[in-house]
């Protein structure tokens, strides 16, 4: 009877890990669309595989963002990243998050230096460092154009900094620049719009179809870790993931931001499955000893 009832105990645990690891699996890949490191090459380091081709072959820059990373992609003139990633029709995107480090001199008016990542501003949005030293973030909803600019500027300055974009009805729109607010705007509705459009880096996008027609405003500098996210972190939410400035610039005193850190973190699900049946081969062997 005894062994019984430890055996129905030991199911119990067993089943408890196993849907508490399945959970984790889940968790770390229920957000995160697409996550370009550009650490030496244009692979999106999700399962989802937007992959990236270079065009006039953005460089290799051996040089770190406050994201720790050994190396960037630097853009000049007619460089950019056509990615295997579209969004098609209103509501396909109904909420985002788009984090993003860049360190640019350029200089020029509001519309000269696109972009970080871009899914053409008349249909979807566009995340970017302007000419003028500002970083900027435009959406369209309800067959309008909102472009939001940062009330932080001279980010032209040769300096790496830190974008956070996030848009959505809970939180509404806002923008993030170097973990310190910048501004806000009411949002209540998905990004509105029947078209298809494929993603860019280093230009803004009239794509409907991979690696088609671009908007020619190329951006001039270096960007690393692009990540776009299907929900919402509020200001307060990224503010509070900033980390310990173990890794500040000199200049900019910029913490990495670790938002996206904690999926990161999480293992792949074969490695968790493999942790599983090892402790119930352990929980296993306990029982078996005690009965």
């Given amino acids: 009877m005894k062994t019984l009832i430890k055996m129905k105990l030991l199911s119990i645990i067993l089943l408890g890990i196993i849907v508490t690891i399945g959970w984790l699996a889940n968790v770390s890949n229920l957000s995160l669309i697409s996550a370009w490191n550009l650490n030496g090459d244009y692979l999106d380091a999700t ?46 995107l109904p909420e985002l998050t788009d984090s993003v480090w860049f360190k640019t001199t350029a200089s020029g008016d509001w519309q000269s230096n696109w972009a970080l990542l871009d899914l053409d501003r008349l249909e979807f949005f566009n995340m970017f460092a302007s000419g003028k030293g500002e970083a900027g973030f435009s959406t369209t909803s309800s067959n309008s154009i909102d472009d939001m600019y940062s ?22 729109k806002n923008l993030d620049v170097d973990a310190s607010f910048g501004s806000l ?38 960007i690393s870790e692009v990540k776009l996210l299907d929900s919402v972190f509020n200001v307060a939410e990224v503010m509070a993931q900033v980390s310990t400035p173990s890794m500040l610039t000199v200049t900019a005193q910029v913490s990495k931001p670790s938002i996206f850190a904690t999926m990161a973190q999480v293992p792949e699900p074969s490695t968790l499955a493999i942790f599983a049946l090892g402790i119930m081969g352990l929980v296993s062997r306990r029982f078996n000893k005690h009965s």
């Fill in 47 to 92: 399962v989802n595989h937007y992959d990236g081709s270079g065009s006039f072959s953005p460089s290799v820059v051996d040089e770190s963002s406050e994201s720790g990373h050994g190396s960037s992609a630097g853009f000049k003139s007619s460089h950019y990243i056509a990615l295997e990633q579209a969004f098609s029709g209103t509501g396909s």
């Fill in 185 to 222: 705007s009411p949002s209540t509705r998905a990004l509105d719009t029947s078209a298809t459009r494929y993603s860019f880096i280093g230009d803004g996008s009239e794509a409907s179809y991979f690696n088609a027609e671009l908007n020619k405003l190329y951006y001039s500098g270096l």
């Fill in 151 to 172: 009330s932080m500027n001279g980010l032209n300055d040769a300096n790496w900094h830190h974008l956070a974009v996030t848009y959505g009805h809970s939180v509404g």
